[in-house]
């Protein structure tokens, strides 16, 4: 696992791939640099290499941890799950997983099959346990300590499983029920994103990709209700969802461009748009999507 400090780029998680310093702004000839002809990395800007042909390309993603040299790096369409030859660092719409040899599991292959089912029925014991002491909460200061926890709980992608999607939405769904009714700031809810984030990454049926959606929706209404017309929109950008929240004057609607929202590493390696994204508008009026 990776930890980028301040205000270093790469790409968003536990991946194997280089963090740089951002630029202050980029060139016409950082932009194009894929297309000039080069002796070695440094000719070709960051995120791209040398090829053999001597020509600047993009680095492709990479596998955490090298799969811990107990299985092999592969490249898979994040859509179908299907293999594919190639996905550059830029792609939006591609991974870079571990295909763990036999007796190995986990998103790097570092744990043996033994190890990783005991973890995941830990983890398991962990949401139970804190669903079992969370109730609904009036202080501030307790919804952020239950959002922290939280996030704490679900951090580990590796000992998650589908049985665990819906007990955490559950809790992120209370967390966020008593920050609409206190009036946490949005901006402090962020953990709670994280956790919804990571949860999504095992999810596998529908009916969860509707309770998320739900949970996203209830962010956003509490986001919008902290927004004045016209003020900037609020962007989110994770993993597996992506949310443009904005609030708007119902009485005289605007032209409004939809864009999808890009994280500063994406912009920086000019990565191709995301195929989709929750937009929200809240209209003061009734203030509802």
Do not use: W
């Not at 951002?22 to 000839?29: K, Q």
């Not at 000719?43 to 090829?51: L, W």
């Not at 609904?136 to 919804?143: M, T, Y």
């Not at 959606?213 to 962010?219: D, F, G, H, Q, S």
């Amino acid at each position: 696992m990776r930890i980028m400090f301040g205000r270093i780029l790469g790409e968003l998680g536990s991946k194997n791939s280089p963090c740089v310093h951002p630029p202050s702004s980029l060139s016409i000839s950082e932009t194009t640099q894929m297309l000039y002809k080069c002796k070695n990395d440094s000719d070709c800007g960051k995120f791209r290499y040398c090829n053999s042909t001597g020509y600047c390309a993009k680095m492709t993603k990479q596998c955490p941890n090298l799969c811990s040299y107990h299985g092999v790096c592969k490249f898979i369409n994040s859509n179908t799950g299907l293999p594919i030859s190639r996905c550059e660092i830029s792609s939006t719409e591609c991974q870079a997983v571990c295909q763990c040899f036999l007796g190995f599991g986990g998103a790097s292959c570092a744990l043996s099959a033994a190890q990783l089912l005991q973890k995941v029925k830990l983890r398991q014991q962990m949401i139970s346990s804190f669903n079992n002491q969370s109730t609904r909460s009036n202080f501030p200061q307790d919804v952020l300590s239950k959002a922290s926890t939280l996030l704490s709980i679900t951090q580990k992608l590796d000992e998650l499983s589908p049985k665990d999607v819906g007990p955490i939405l559950s809790a992120v769904k209370n967390i966020l029920d008593s920050a609409s009714v206190i009036g946490v700031g949005y901006e402090k809810l962020d953990g709670l994103l994280q956790s919804v984030d990571n949860v999504a990454s095992v999810m596998n049926n529908n009916a969860s990709t509707l309770f998320l959606t739900k949970i996203l929706t209830k962010y956003a209404s509490i986001t919008a209700s902290q927004l004045l017309p016209g003020q900037i929109a609020v962007e989110s950008v994770s993993n597996n969802f992506r949310i443009f929240t904005k609030c708007v004057d119902g009485s005289q609607p605007p032209a409004i461009n939809l864009s999808v929202p890009k994280s500063a590493f994406e912009q920086l390696v000019e990565t191709d748009k995301p195929k989709s994204a929750l937009f929200f508008y809240y209209n003061t009026s009734n203030m509802r999507p």
